[in-house]
């Protein structure tokens, strides 16, 4: 089954503990994206991959990093979380900039306590 | 920065009935709008894309108008059904999608019985 998958799907953390969220698409993708969904603020894109080991800053890239080492994977580490990136995270892929055959992934509920 | 938005964060319906959600974008430079669809629990799901060089596009149950002299893009959703029920979002992109999506705050429509 075409999926993009994302773990943890919830997570509670502290202030300054590092994590990763993990994304990881097995359609062969060369596109995928982050974005945070905030009520009242809608998707923001955080920062999105064209191919392996390319990746650029979207609106909201302060405060995360994402590494694109594989083609399937494109995780995203906050080095020193704060209060302020509680949020819903998602994960996106596509075939090259076919945004209308872009698949989303479930989410991951993060807070930061 | 630039943004897309939405005129209602609410719209609510009769079942059966057309229903028609409303997005303004300032960037002129856009050239590509996609409208998604989310679920409660869910990711956004494309629904319909229209570019720069078109008015119009319809797809199933759903058309899709452009006004680029008002910068201004609707969801048109013939005979709604009680599925339809979720938050609506319009994003927009220039380049084919090379600088990322730009997503608006979302509209929820509310299928009334």
């Known amino acids: 089954e075409a999926q993009v998958t994302q773990n943890p799907r919830y997570l509670i953390t502290v202030t300054g503990k590092k994590l990763t969220v993990t994304c990881s698409q097995n359609m062969n993708h060369e596109y995928m994206s982050w974005y945070r969904q905030d009520p009242g603020l809608g998707l923001r894109q955080i920062y999105y991959?064209?191919?392996?080991?390319?990746?650029d800053k979207g609106d909201v890239p302060e405060g995360y990093k994402v590494s694109r080492k594989e083609k399937r994977n494109f995780p995203l580490i906050l080095e020193s979380p704060s209060p302020n990136q509680t949020s819903l995270y998602f994960c996106?892929?596509?075939?090259?900039?076919?945004?209308?055959?872009?698949?989303f992934g479930p989410g991951t509920r993060l807070t930061v306590l | 920065g630039e943004s897309v938005g939405l005129h209602l964060p609410t719209l609510s319906v009769q079942e059966g009935d057309n229903s028609i959600i409303n997005c303004a974008y300032s960037?002129?430079?856009?050239?590509?709008f996609i409208w998604y669809k989310q679920e409660s629990g869910k990711g956004p799901q494309f629904i319909i894309d229209?570019?720069?060089?078109?008015d119009k596009r319809q797809g199933q149950r759903v058309t899709v108008l452009l006004n680029k002299t008002v910068k201004h893009l609707s969801l048109q959703i013939a005979a709604t059904q009680p599925g339809d029920s979720a938050v609506y979002f319009c994003a927009e992109t220039k380049g084919g999608g090379a600088d990322g999506l730009t997503f608006g705050k979302g509209t929820h429509l509310i299928i009334q019985p």
């Open positions: 991959s064209m191919n392996v080991e390319v990746t």
């Open positions: 229209i570019r720069s060089n078109m």
């Open positions: 996106a892929s596509s075939q090259g900039l076919a945004l209308d055959e872009q698949f």
């Open positions: 960037n002129s430079a856009s050239d590509y």
